[in-house]
């Protein structure tokens, strides 16, 4: 394993880390520049402003989301992967269309997938793509819409 994949796979294991701190700053910093693309919902957030009300939004009702890291790999083209757990507990209004759900206070864990892209020749990331069932964080807190 060459020392470029080394570092990317640990600014993977940073930034995921700093998410779960919500260390903002530090996890804008592990980007060349800020985008994330969610495979689930369709949802682009590019640009620091852009994915700091992405983090801002997301944490209202799971502010204590956090992830745990199952599998971690190095792939072809400037690419790591990772499989791991998302957890939170249902603690503020969740929005979903023109409907919001008031806080349940019940906790969830799914298993989703995501790839970081890396800027050819650096251990900075491009862009992250999580992928995942738009609808399991709903069926594991079981609401009803």
């Known amino acids: 394993m060459t020392d470029l994949t080394e570092k990317r796979l640990q600014t993977v294991r940073d930034h995921m880390a700093l998410e779960c701190v ?45 992830n745990e890291i199952i599998s971690l790999a190095a792939g072809d083209n400037d690419t790591v992967h990772v499989e791991f757990w998302l ?19 019940k906790a969830f864990r799914i298993r989703m997938a995501a790839t970081f892209e890396f800027a050819p020749g650096t251990d900075k990331i491009r862009c992250e793509r999580p992928y995942f069932d738009s609808m399991a964080v709903i069926r594991a807190l079981d609401l009803k819409l």
């Open 22 to 66: 919500h260390d903002w700053d530090a996890v804008i910093a592990t980007f060349e520049h800020p985008r994330y693309e969610l495979y689930g919902s369709g949802q682009v957030f590019d640009g620091e402003a852009d994915v700091r009300r992405y983090f801002a939004a997301s944490r209202v009702p799971f502010p204590d989301q956090a």
């Open 87 to 105: 957890t939170g507990t249902h603690l503020g209004p969740l929005t979903i269309g023109s409907q919001t759900i008031e806080p349940t206070g």
